[in-house]
């Protein structure tokens, strides 16, 4: 399993400082990742080196963030203060995750400023929503070159994430060992007060930052 990126809520007030803020801890500026129609959300993004990206979320006044599962989850965690809202795990295959978790998934996609349509698959928002230490999949429908991960603007990688929950929870979950489920992600389980990814360990050029 390889991690796609890790995402960061917050509420629609505090969503530009919040991109400013991370982008100064890692030391590169984020870019404008655009609108999501169909879950009534925007995002800004930051490309890392290693194939991962940092993304942060809001919603958008509009009723799709009151009907779709990614809409309401970034919601939810925007009122509970604004964090990580979860690590996402991208497959080249999303269909055997389809069938086991019984439903379709659901398809997004956005138009960068280019005018390239960004187009993919998720699933898992569901169980996220329920149980936040579970991470959603994603599979992308357009080419490697052209997918967020693919220009990184900063030598900075993800180093580790901090997750309270069960380990074997999400060995099953995922049908990945506990002890190492992501590839070259070093995974730590923490105890906290509620479920959840709660840091993300970055190796910058000066040193490891943690958020």
């Known amino acids: 399993m390889r991690l796609d990126h890790v995402s960061y809520a917050v509420a629609r007030d505090s969503f530009v400082s919040t991109v ?24 800004f993004i930051l490309p890392l080196s290693g194939g991962t990206y940092v993304e ?20 939810r965690r925007a009122a509970e203060g604004g964090g990580w809202l979860g690590w996402v795990v991208g497959v080249d295959d999303i269909a055997p995750i389809e069938d086991r978790l019984g439903r379709a998934a659901a398809e997004g996609h956005r138009v960068r400023p280019d005018g ?5 698959k998720q699933i898992g ?16 429908l357009v080419p490697s070159e052209e997918r967020p ?11 580790g994430v901090s997750i309270a929950g069960d380990a074997a929870s999400i060995a099953e979950f995922l049908g990945e060992p506990a002890d190492h489920p992501l590839d070259q992600i070093d995974v730590t389980w923490v105890e906290d007060e509620e479920p959840g990814l709660v840091a993300v360990e970055f190796a910058t050029a000066n040193g490891p930052v943690t958020i």
Request: glycine fraction near 10%; charged fraction near 20%; aromatic fraction near 12%.
């Open 116 to 120: 390239f349509d960004l187009r993919w």
């Open 125 to 140: 928002l569901l169980e996220l929503m329920e149980d936040p230490q579970l991470p959603y999949f994603l599979q992308w």
């Open 149 to 159: 991960s693919a220009d990184p603007r900063t030598s900075t990688t993800i180093h």
């Open 20 to 43: 400013q803020w991370i982008g100064s801890a890692l030391g590169a500026g984020f870019v404008d990742g655009g609108v999501h129609p169909r879950f009534g959300t925007r995002n």
């Open 56 to 75: 942060v979320v809001t919603t958008l006044d509009h009723p799709a963030a009151d009907r779709a599962p990614f809409g309401r989850a970034v919601a």
